[in-house]
């Protein structure tokens, strides 16, 4: 199971120049949460990046979701690209700074998903977002979200 969670009662526009909006952002994971449930980040940007990742990930490639707020990023790493049911392995990880040769990040989480969940994922919560936006009327938002769009692809 693989869910992004951006509860909107959470969100808050807090400049408009540039646009700046804060909140939650934090992924379901095979029911463990990612960094952790309520992270406080930037939720457009971590949904941005996720967009790029997706994109990534449909064409075989790695791509990698950032959080702004903290050491952590996720990795999406395209498992069997040629089957029509393709698996992402989604893996957590805590950047360290090496200290000596050898020393890496710590894979926190890892689970191996659908592509299409992770796309479905994206566009609900884009969808949540979207009508927050609408029922607040921040256009800006709005604009910020057609820009990210939606992973359409699968």
Same mark, same amino acid.
């Given at each position: ?6 509860? *909107? ?64 990023? +996720? ?32 894979? +926190? ?24 936006? *609408? ?5 800006? +938002?709005?604009? +910020? ?10």
């Amino acid at each position: 199971m693989f869910r992004i969670n951006i509860p *909107t009662d959470a969100l808050a526009v807090d400049k408009r120049n540039p646009l700046f909006v804060a909140g939650q952002a934090w992924l379901e994971i095979d029911g463990e949460a990612f960094p952790e449930a309520h992270w406080t980040d930037a939720p457009l940007s971590v949904l941005g990046s996720m967009r790029e990742a997706l994109a990534c990930a449909h064409e075989g490639e790695l791509g990698e979701v950032y959080f702004f707020e903290g050491p952590f990023y +996720v990795k999406f790493l395209p498992e069997n690209t040629l089957s029509a049911e393709r698996t992402v392995d989604v893996v957590g990880l805590r950047d360290r700074v090496p200290s000596s040769p050898g020393d890496g990040d710590e894979i +926190v989480i890892r689970a191996s998903v659908p592509l299409g969940d992770l796309v479905r994922s994206h566009q609900q919560v884009v969808g949540e977002l979207r009508q927050w936006a *609408t029922a607040h009327a921040e256009t800006e +938002v709005l604009e +910020v979200l057609a820009l990210i769009g939606s992973a359409d692809f699968e």
